[in-house]
């Protein structure tokens, strides 16, 4: 029998870390004399991606994009200990479980995601987590995603990915999975937008 399962992104979906996106790149920026506002950092990075923003600055600064990244990864792992879970993760984590259906992940993010969900107490709740270390095509590209189903054999039918960014959306939708964004954003293409992560139970609910 087919499984069921949620797909989750990790960054400012299920852990609170925008916030430490936009400081890393603020300060890769800044390191190489490119001054932006936060707001536009945050505006650009949600939009594209963390990785366009930081190609946009080795551009400007005529730099390579891995000084860059070397940069920014400083910063950005430098607030690793202090994030703290997105409001209603751990009660949909807790919900999908106990309704027979897996979590998994699939995250840009290094293997420090696995302290951070230690540390916040859900590393248990996944079943997978995909990492950037794992060697699969960033998003939106879906290769990870049809991964995940072939390994667990999951009910495409019944299987949800979970994002906060189009490319995440794109990502579901290209596996033949239904995807779920949280946030607005204009000409999205996802099949659910939600304003609070537990609006998610509303949504999957539908299957039982």
Known sequence: MKKSAVIWDLDGTIIDSFYAIVGG???AAKENNIEYTKEYIYDYAKEYSSISMLEKIAAEAGVTLESVKKTFDYHFHGEDDKIELIG????ILEFVRDNSMINLSYTHRNDTSYDILKRNGIEDYFTEIITSERGFKRKPNSDAVKYLIDKYDLDINNTFFVGDRKSDAACGNGAGIRSILLGEYEGCY????IKELIEVKKIIVRKF
């Open 88 to 91: 209603g993760a751990k009660e």
């Open 25 to 27: 790149i603020y300060n």
């Open 190 to 193: 996802s099949d659910y937008t």
